[in-house]
């Protein structure tokens, strides 16, 4: 603007492109300056985004966006604490949201909120998984219900997106109060070992309400996460590892729920322990489940879900042929690979993130049953152990099954049965599917008997010895069409791949509904 003496007209110079041009570039600079000095972690937000896409892939959204007018505070710095963008990951697109402890700690306002909740509307309007990278104070308390009403947002967008993008979360520093539930509805939720924590409240909060004394660690440190309460999924050893750990769990799904899982060359079964000696001829005695799957799988390469936790049932994620199937198998190693809460309810889950995602089901079968015990009975082991029937009754993907020794009872029934609707069920010489397992059954149908004879250990020797014959084998349930082949253990592979290449095809209309209600 020029200056204009008494009387004059003031007129105004505009602005050249090259000056709004430089402009630009002054303010950009600003915005993507450090709010501070690093306050935890190995990296800063934008630094976590680039070591997980690709190079030079990620485009950022929301740059210039800044917090309201908040009274007296005058501090609005570009971006309020969350990048957002979308980039590509090995050549396939993700959007992605980075919390920025250097901004207010990370704590969500309304205006990081909105940017939050309009990538993951942009996630759901192209069809791709949503990545967040949560490190946050949790909500803003100068801005009051604002921040809240974000949160609630925010849970209404991981709902409306689950079962149609996959959505994962890695918590690389604190995830407290309202912030955690968000996480809790994802897919996936990865966390680091001795530097993530997530709790619904702190340790003061509760030494205050309660009384007890505790640590974040052990509330809800990374260990804790994994091992106690099953909240996350994996446990990476730091930054990096995690970000790998994202990376290689998106090369197993599929960018949303109308697409294929990625396919890649087909792989091998590893050289290894020949599978017709692995399982021990002494039913009581424990093996390592592993050395089946690693053999059946493609060079032996699982990615285990929740591997520390419910150590009694094994998830995973694997490829057979070059494509992605979802593993579920008893552990005999821990607990003899019995059903419990913590075991049914991890599998469920996970049976049911593989039917959303068109991931075929491959289920191994060793199971004594259900865990019985007071304890059991009155955490709801009937309710909550209902949630992996439900989960494979209700899956639609293509279900294989392979009985590997005992199925008694209703873990017969619920580890991929026929009954349950399972496509392809084969069985090894080894399997024993029954009511119970012999002792008991013995115990059970001839008590008089053994009550009332003169040598009763005598007896029970030739009565175990008759049931097993009978019933401690496959053969009945052949017979019945329960189990469509009986095969020897090295054929597995083999006939794996048969039974996954001819149910590719695969289609399973349901009955029109809103949605089945899962007793959860």
């Keep these: 603007m020029t ?12 602005e050249g492109t090259a000056q709004r041009v430089a402009g630009l570039e002054h303010r950009r600079e600003r915005a993507l300056a450090p709010g501070g000095p690093r306050r935890r972690g190995e990296y800063r937000a934008r630094e976590r985004i680039e070591r997980l896409l690709d190079k030079d892939s990620f485009t950022e959204t929301g740059l210039f966006v800044r917090a309201r007018p908040a009274g007296h505070d005058a501090r609005r710095p570009c971006g309020d604490g969350v990048v957002t963008g979308y980039g590509t990951v090995d050549g396939r697109p993700v959007c992605v949201f ?122 809800g440190g990374a260990r804790a996460s994994n091992t106690v309460n099953g909240n996350a999924h994996f446990l990476a050893a730091d930054e990096g590892d995690a970000l790998d750990t994202v990376r290689d769990l998106l090369s197993y799904l599929p960018a949303n729920n109308l697409e294929r899982p990625p396919e890649y060359a087909p792989g091998h079964a590893p050289p290894g322990m020949a599978l017709d000696e692995v399982v021990p001829d002494r039913l009581g005695e424990a093996y390592d489940m592993r050395d089946i799957l690693h053999a059946v799988v493609d060079d032996g390469e699982l990615l285990p879900v929740q591997e520390l936790f419910a150590p009694n049932i094994i998830c995973a994620l694997a490829r057979v042929e070059g494509r992605s199937v979802g593993v579920v198998a008893n552990q005999p190693l821990h607990a003899a690979g019995v059903l419990d809460i913590d075991a049914s309810e991890k599998a469920a889950r996970f049976v049911r993130f593989c039917d959303a995602f068109g991931i075929p089901l491959l289920t191994f079968a060793d ?14 082991i009937i309710r909550r152990g209902a949630k992996l029937l439900y989960a494979y009754a209700e899956a ?37 599917i029954a009511v119970m397992g012999a002792e008991g059954a ?61 149910l590719r095809g695969k289609r399973a209309p349901m009955p029109e509904r809103r949605h089945g209600n899962i007793p959860l």
């Design 98 to 219: 980075a919390q920025d402890s250097t901004v207010f700690g990370g704590s969500m306002g309304e205006a990081f909120g909105e940017k939050t909740v309009a990538l993951m509307d942009l996630a759901l309007k192209t069809g791709c998984p949503v990545i967040g990278l949560n490190d946050s104070g949790g909500a803003r308390i100068q801005e009051g219900v604002a921040a809240l009403a974000l949160y609630a947002e925010l849970v209404r967008r991981n709902v409306k997106a689950s079962g149609v993008i996959p959505q994962i979360s890695v918590v690389l520093g604190p995830c407290a109060g309202g912030a955690a539930y968000s996480p809790a509805i994802t897919d996936f939720t990865v966390m680091v070992d001795g530097a993530s924590h997530m709790f619904v409240t702190g340790p003061d909060v509760i030494e205050t309400v309660t009384g007890e004394r505790t640590t974040a660690e052990e509330l």
């Design 3 to 14: 200056a204009s003496g008494p009387g004059e007209t003031a007129t105004h110079t505009p």
């Design 396 to 432: 639609t993907v293509p279900k294989v099954t392979v009985v590997v020794r005992k199925a008694y009872g209703g873990g017969y029934a619920v580890m991929g049965s026929k009954h349950l609707g399972a496509d392809v069920n084969l069985a090894w010489p080894t399997a024993r």
């Design 442 to 502: 013995v115990g059970v149908l001839h008590r008089r008997e053994l009550a009332a004879s003169d040598h009763p250990e005598a007896l029970r020797a030739r009565l175990l010895a008759a049931y097993e014959r009978t019933h401690g084998t496959p053969y009945l349930a052949a017979e019945r069409g329960y189990v469509d082949a009986v095969i020897a253990p090295r054929e597995t592979r083999e006939q794996v791949c048969r039974a996954l290449r001819a």
């Design 367 to 380: 199971v004594p049953g259900y865990l019985s015990g007071v304890r059991q009975e009155q955490a709801g």
